[in-house]
């Protein structure tokens, strides 16, 4: 088979070598977007005068066509054509005639490769933005069911303070809100053209680059042709959103992978989320949260390996830019999958809050209520601090809790304290009275799931 550059060639490389360069195998997945580029351009080549009306019309035909084609999955490719564009062309020339050959003018594979990229970026982050927000949806969800539901909350794996599971899972509603927002920013430097900048410098015949940015929906073009065809930046960022967007679901799919465990019994995953083992009857293992965790390390993979790819490249395109696909098209897969796992594992489990309660009761995590409550009585807090440390001291010697002790023993530890201390010393109250904003305090979480609906609903 003929290259189609291959004009100053007198040898042909042998079959591996082909294979080696070839990017068709993955690059196919942009074919979509081949095509939207490519109509965009001969419309533009058109009314710009370039190419007649009665030849734009036969290549338009003919890339709808190969778009219908492609839609069905009834194209067919070949590693001898390289990659999506040549082998795009040639179906075209073989459909239409020599009259094919007149769609490349004033383009290069460089600019080209570089539009279906941020064509397809684009439309991926939108659907990623999608997918954050129904993910949202589900902790929303659980947290207006669960805002009196309480748990022990951790510093260090360690009990700390007693809190509302929905402002657990609030914290997470807004991570991704943060997540979102790097994505939603990112789309600034999607949106923009590099068609027309050609292969480096741009080109002789009389374009309009305005034009078929306008007619792709993007919101510029590069205002430098250089820049145009070697930046990849807006990969860099996909990647680095995603990255930290994993790095979020490793962090709740952890923090599943203990609740639904038999030490914790705070949740349960519905089967639909879950494998058994094939040897032991009785394992119900939280493999989705697993596997998103161990995911998130490909994830970040795929960003050092294009920040590795880009760290010595001179200006404009090289032959290792091709290494930009791979990475980017096994991320978007990554996300989406986790996203849509992640927001059905968290709709469907089960709370079982009289575990996460009964948790609160037998630890020390009601210990910073009896130091606020001395220092709400002027003492100062490290002094609150030093007495209810020595109270746990206490109840440690004793193998007992704080709530145990008898009035006469706080009394003993100071004076201050009253009988309305065993109140105080009640997780739910602790909860309750926390009601700084951002805090845990019921009537702060309620206001927090106002807020977080009312975010949903802006879009």
Excluded at 9 to 15: C, D, I, L, V
Excluded at 122 to 143: C, P, S, V, W, Y
Excluded at 377 to 388: A, L, Y
């Amino acid at each position: 088979m003929k290259k189609l550059w291959g004009g100053r060639f007198t040898k042909t490389a042998e079959e591996w070598v082909d294979e080696f360069g070839a990017s068709i195998s993955f690059d196919q997945e942009l074919v979509l977007e081949d095509l939207d580029g490519s109509l965009a351009h001969v419309a533009m080549l058109s009314q710009c005068g370039i190419i007649s009306a009665d030849d734009a019309t036969l290549i338009t035909k003919g890339l709808h066509s190969l778009k219908e084609k492609a839609e069905n999955e009834q194209l067919q490719y070949s590693v001898k054509l390289e990659d999506i564009h040549l082998n795009l062309e040639s179906q075209l020339t073989e459909m239409i005639g020599p009259v094919g050959g007149k769609l490349h003018t004033g383009r290069s594979r460089n600019d080209q490769v570089a539009t279906d990229m941020h064509l397809y970026l684009r439309k991926q982050t939108e659907n990623i933005i999608d997918l954050i927000e129904e993910m949202q949806g589900a902790l929303l969800t659980q947290a207006k069911a669960h805002v009196e539901t309480i748990m022990p909350g951790y510093t260090h794996m360690q009990r700390a303070q007693p809190i509302s599971f929905a402002h657990h899972l609030m914290a997470y509603f807004w991570m991704l809100e943060r997540d979102k927002e790097r994505y939603q920013e990112s789309l600034k430097r999607i949106n923009l053209s590099p068609l027309g900048a050609g292969a480096l410098a741009g080109t002789t015949f009389p374009i309009d680059r305005e034009l078929t940015a306008e007619l792709l929906g993007f919101n510029g073009i590069y205002e430098n042709s250089l820049d145009a065809v070697s930046d990849r930046d807006f990969i860099l960022e996909f990647l680095s959103a995603s990255s930290i967007l994993m790095m979020h679901l490793s962090r709740l799919g952890e923090e599943i992978i203990l609740w639904s465990s038999q030490e914790f019994r705070f949740i349960e995953l519905d089967d639909a989320f879950s494998t058994g083992s094939s040897i032991m009857p009785q394992k119900k293992n939280p493999d989705m949260a697993e596997l998103i965790r161990g995911k998130t390390g490909r994830v970040y993979g795929n960003l050092m390996g294009l920040l590795t790819v880009l760290k010595g490249l001179p200006l404009a395109y090289n032959k290792d830019m091709q290494e930009d696909k791979e990475g980017m098209f096994d991320t978007v897969k990554t996300v989406t999958g986790s996203l849509k796992i992640f927001a059905g594992m968290i709709e469907t489990m089960k709370v079982h809050h009289a575990q996460m309660e009964s948790a609160t009761k037998n630890d020390f995590s009601n210990a910073t209520e009896l130091a606020d409550y001395l220092s709400g009585k002027g003492i100062p807090f490290r002094e609150s601090h030093e007495i209810v440390g020595q109270l746990v001291l206490t109840c440690v010697n004793k193998q007992c809790y704080l709530a145990d002790l008898t009035l006469a023993e706080f009394k003993e530890a100071h004076p201050l304290f009253e009988s309305d201390i065993y109140e105080v010393l009640n997780p739910v109250t602790a909860v309750k009275r926390r009601n700084s904003a951002g805090g845990t305090g019921f009537e702060q979480i309620r206001l927090a799931l106002q807020k977080a609906e009312a975010k949903l609903k802006a879009r």
